[in-house]
């Protein structure tokens, strides 16, 4: 039930096997600054290119800088047009085969970690099956946690699929291998969780597979510009003594989900200059406040929308590329991180039927309204 801090933690081990792996490949040895409007891998050793790009079913042209670009090959692209070579090509070597041994370490470390999120959690007890349902307010979490799948088995999957990609697999062998690897480890977490004091959650597995799921269709579908999900965490304070109730698990009020929609992504598809718009998102939110330990009337479901920072964009547009570990560490917590105080709107209580703002996420207290 700790998913986000250990699918992060997975994600991040993965992203640091795939640098030590890569640390003097080429093939990631593009020119960022210079900004090309295509990247091609060429290999010394193969008829076939690589292209590195955002668009899965063309041309992959560069819409921004992201360390989610896809490879594919040249037989997928056009030939006998004016697109192709155009200016601006940036030619860098490929790697010859996929470094499956690399491959390997990476997948079993996701699954390990996911292992470690349940297996470790409490003392062993008979294997049973559990349905905690979803959002509804009397589930113990009040869906706080399915939305913690979701976001965190979606990070899993887009990183582990850069990983793959950078390890030589084809376009469509990477986002394939991240959503089989990141669905088979929140598997194994349920797995671990069915000899706990959890149980089997077939509702907590579904929100795994939809998210590693979410994160293949955005990049196949080149949106990794335009929409992401975050997780994030805040201060709320504490259940006091006389309001608390026995509850299973984490304190979920300390934490919010997003489902961004990133402005620079959005100018770029209506051409136009967003100025400094480009490092707003807009993001829908979801968060819980005095589940599971507060009595019930004091407990919140909240909805909300908010105006936040890009912060991906702005490293990316003061020069931290994904050439050293350290711009890789930084562009993993940026963009799968949401910050506290970054962002400000308005969030609608689902239990008591009330609206909250303009705040961060944080506004609670345990006062009925």
Not at 199 to 215: I, K, N, P, R
Not at 315 to 328: A, C, P, R
Not at 359 to 368: A, K, Q, V
Request: with cysteine; hydrophobic share 40%.
């Amino acid at each position: 039930m700790r998913a986000a801090a250990r699918c992060l933690w997975v994600a991040a081990s993965a992203l640091l096997l795939y640098r030590t792996s890569l640390a003097g490949d080429p093939l990631f040895r593009l020119n960022l600054q210079t900004q090309p409007d295509y990247a091609v891998a060429l290999s010394e050793s193969r008829s076939d290119f690589l292209i590195l790009g955002s668009d899965p079913f063309g041309m992959r042209k560069l819409h921004g800088q992201s360390l989610s670009y896809w490879q594919m090959s040249l037989s997928d692209v056009p030939f006998g047009t004016d697109r192709f070579p155009p200016p601006g090509v940036t030619i860098v070597n490929a790697p010859e085969r996929p470094q499956s041994g690399w491959a390997l370490l990476v997948s079993a470390t996701a699954v390990a970690g996911s292992a470690l999120n349940s297996f470790d959690d409490g003392p062993n007890e008979k294997f049973h099956f559990t349905s905690e349902r979803w959002f509804q307010q009397d589930t113990y979490a009040g869906g706080g946690d399915k939305a913690s799948h979701f976001v965190s088995y979606n990070v899993v999957s887009k990183e582990l699929a850069i990983v793959y990609q950078g390890l030589g697999y084809s376009t469509r062998e990477s986002r394939l291998m991240g959503f089989v690897v990141a669905t088979f480890s929140g598997f194994v977490t349920e797995i671990g969780d069915g000899r706990g004091q959890y149980g089997f959650s077939y509702e907590d597995f579904l929100a795994d597979t939809a998210g590693a799921a979410s994160a293949a269709v955005i990049a196949a579908y080149g949106w990794g510009d335009l929409v992401g999900f975050r997780a994030g965490v805040m201060r709320a304070p504490d259940t006091p003594k006389q309001y608390s109730v026995n509850g299973l698990g984490k304190d979920y009020s300390r934490e919010i989900y997003t489902a961004d929609l990133k402005l620079v992504g959005l100018a770029r598809r209506a051409h136009v200059d967003p100025g400094l718009a480009r490092y707003l998102l807009f993001s829908l939110t979801y968060g819980v406040k005095g589940y599971p330990y507060a009595e019930p009337e004091f407990r919140q479901r909240q909805v909300g929308f908010e105006i936040g920072l890009n912060l991906g964009q702005v490293i990316w547009d003061l020069g931290v590329d994904n050439e050293k570990w350290w711009g890789i560490a930084l562009h993993f917590i940026f963009d799968n991180i949401r910050f506290p105080y970054t962002a400000i709107g308005y969030r609608y209580d689902l239990n008591h039927r009330q609206w909250h703002g303009p705040d961060s996420g944080n506004s609670f207290s345990f006062t009925l309204p």
